[in-house]
């Protein structure tokens, strides 16, 4: 009974499948036999190539001239990729079909029957529903995110961009591109003035942003203010609109021809360049406060909700007590709303550090000496895309989204797990 047993599982390590015929599931088996038949023809067809051209990006390099089609660099390594997450596939299924001989086994020695093809399909899918669930949804995740993440993350390490695109030939170059960046005299400026004032923007960003949405929720929620309801939607109208549509308003607002400088210069002064490209700090105030516009609208909602399901109680006992309404806002609400609200707080610094379209819109396109393709309020993300869409240099644009997702993901995941409400998730219940 063992050799019988140890047979099948030996042979569907070998060739697929074949071991769910020796146990007469001629479905199961011709299927793992057929997915095993089309991996090796893909393998010894395109597959060994691409995987090979994944290493190489290409040994023959174009020339219309001479009319040598060549080999297209970009296209080897996407096609390389591919082939490797057909690898990881195939493994996976591989593995399931050893998993399952053995299972097959387990049933057949302790006296159960083989249960048929399709009513083996009706449990599995009862039994593991998530899985058929998520198996669409997490090939499209593999295809449309997974996919150009690994691709971007690889052209960090090649010298893609400015005069080496296809049809010349791409090479890997390892970790030239990060020294680039903080090494070479122009990059290495600019890099760390932009680094020095994105994490200020958002750490200023993030705080204007949320105490501002904080405080207006706080205000609506005393009982002497009256038409809370109206004065509740009236901030929505600012979220409503679309973003880009805000930020062109407050360009021409803050514009030479704007209302603004109207008024300006109707007193007899002359017109402000708030946007122009000396701006300096009167260009990320003003940066500053349109995203405050934008974004307290959706920090009140949510500290809204927040306060609404605060204990009284705990007010009326801290009044008993002397607490005065400043003690009370920072030992009771301050706490309470944090704890809540620490997960969103952690995705509003992610985003305001990657908020592409406030100085886009606002002042985009503008480069100023002392910075290499970049201006004083740009962020990473601005300066990324300078880089990669105006200016060809994709491999160095790479390399900074890498740095970009680094500095985000440790401050989020350090954070979150030092904060309170990971620590004592408990403490609120």
């Given at each position: 009974?063992?050799?019988?047993?140890?047979m099948?599982?030996?042979?569907?390590?070998i060739?697929?499948g074949t071991?769910?015929?020796?146990y007469k599931?001629?479905i199961?088996?011709?299927?793992?036999?057929t997915?095993f038949v089309?991996f090796?023809?893909?393998?010894?067809t395109?597959g060994?190539t691409?995987i090979?051209?994944?290493?190489?990006?290409?040994t023959?390099?174009?020339?219309a001239?001479?009319?040598?089609?060549?080999?297209?660099?970009?296209?080897m390594?996407?096609?390389g990729?591919?082939a490797f997450?057909?690898?990881?596939?195939?493994?996976l299924?591989?593995?399931s079909n050893?998993k399952?001989v053995l299972?097959?086994?387990?049933r057949l020695?302790?006296g159960?029957?083989?249960?048929?093809?399709?009513?083996a399909?009706?449990?599995?899918?009862?039994k593991?529903?998530?899985i058929?669930?998520?198996?669409?949804?997490?090939?499209?995740v593999?295809?449309?995110?997974?996919l150009?993440?690994i691709?971007?993350?690889?052209?960090?390490f090649?010298?893609?961009?400015?005069d080496?695109?296809p049809?010349?030939?791409v090479?890997?170059?390892g970790?030239d591109n990060f020294?680039?960046i903080?090494?070479?005299?122009?990059?290495?400026?600019t890099?760390?003035?932009?680094?020095?004032w994105?994490?200020?923007?958002?750490?200023a960003?993030?705080?204007?942003?949320?105490f501002g949405g904080?405080?207006?929720a706080?205000?609506l929620?005393?009982?002497c203010?009256?038409g809370?309801?109206?004065?509740?939607?009236?901030?929505i109208?600012?979220?409503?609109?679309?973003?880009f549509?805000?930020l062109?308003g407050?360009?021409?607002?803050?514009?030479y021809?704007g209302?603004?400088?109207?008024?300006i210069?109707?007193?007899?002064?002359n017109?402000?360049g708030?946007?122009d490209?000396?701006?300096?700090?009167?260009?990320?105030i003003?940066?500053?406060?349109?995203n405050?516009?934008i974004?307290?609208p959706t920090?009140?909602?949510?500290a809204?909700g927040?306060?609404?399901?605060?204990?009284a109680?705990?007010?009326?006992?801290?009044s008993?007590?002397?607490?005065?309404?400043?003690?009370?806002?920072?030992?009771?609400t301050?706490?309470?709303?944090?704890?809540?609200?620490?997960?969103?707080l952690?995705?509003?610094?992610?985003?305001?550090?990657?908020?592409?379209?406030?100085?886009?819109?606002l002042?985009?396109?503008?480069?100023?000496?002392?910075?290499?393709?970049?201006s004083?309020?740009?962020?990473?993300?601005?300066w990324?895309?300078?880089?990669?869409?105006d200016n060809n240099?994709?491999?160095?644009?790479?390399?900074?989204?890498?740095?970009i997702?680094?500095?985000t993901?440790?401050?989020?995941i350090?954070?979150?797990?030092?904060?309170?409400?990971f620590?004592?998730e408990?403490t609120?219940?």
């Amino acid at each position: 009974m063992k050799k019988e047993g140890k047979m099948p599982v030996l042979c569907s390590c070998i060739i697929m499948g074949t071991g769910q015929l020796m146990y007469k599931q001629w479905i199961k088996g011709l299927l793992y036999i057929t997915a095993f038949v089309l991996f090796l023809y893909f393998l010894f067809t395109v597959g060994i190539t691409d995987i090979t051209g994944f290493f190489t990006l290409g040994t023959v390099e174009g020339d219309a001239w001479l009319g040598i089609e060549g080999d297209d660099s970009i296209m080897m390594m996407l096609k390389g990729i591919l082939a490797f997450i057909i690898v990881a596939l195939f493994l996976l299924l591989y593995y399931s079909n050893i998993k399952d001989v053995l299972n097959t086994r387990e049933r057949l020695s302790s006296g159960k029957e083989i249960l048929p093809f399709f009513k083996a399909v009706a449990v599995f899918t009862d039994k593991k529903f998530y899985i058929v669930a998520l198996a669409v949804p997490v090939v499209g995740v593999l295809i449309f995110n997974v996919l150009p993440i690994i691709f971007m993350t690889l052209i960090a390490f090649t010298n893609y961009g400015g005069d080496i695109v296809p049809p010349k030939l791409v090479d890997w170059i390892g970790l030239d591109n990060f020294r680039k960046i903080f090494v070479l005299s122009d990059l290495k400026a600019t890099f760390l003035k932009i680094l020095g004032w994105n994490i200020l923007w958002a750490v200023a960003s993030t705080f204007i942003n949320y105490f501002g949405g904080l405080l207006l929720a706080l205000l609506l929620n005393k009982e002497c203010v009256k038409g809370k309801t109206f004065w509740r939607a009236f901030p929505i109208l600012a979220y409503a609109v679309p973003g880009f549509i805000t930020l062109l308003g407050f360009k021409f607002m803050f514009s030479y021809g704007g209302p603004i400088n109207y008024l300006i210069t109707r007193t007899g002064a002359n017109a402000v360049g708030f946007l122009d490209i000396d701006a300096g700090w009167k260009a990320r105030i003003i940066g500053l406060l349109v995203n405050a516009w934008i974004s307290i609208p959706t920090s009140m909602l949510l500290a809204t909700g927040i306060l609404s399901n605060m204990n009284a109680e705990l007010y009326e006992a801290a009044s008993i007590d002397g607490a005065t309404k400043w003690v009370q806002f920072i030992k009771l609400t301050l706490p309470f709303v944090v704890f809540s609200t620490t997960p969103t707080l952690i995705t509003s610094f992610v985003g305001n550090f990657n908020n592409f379209g406030v100085f886009y819109f606002l002042r985009g396109g503008l480069y100023l000496d002392g910075y290499f393709l970049a201006s004083d309020t740009d962020l990473l993300i601005n300066w990324l895309y300078n880089l990669s869409i105006d200016n060809n240099y994709y491999g160095i644009g790479a390399a900074i989204s890498l740095i970009i997702f680094f500095i985000t993901s440790v401050f989020s995941i350090g954070t979150y797990v030092n904060s309170s409400a990971f620590k004592k998730e408990d403490t609120y219940r």
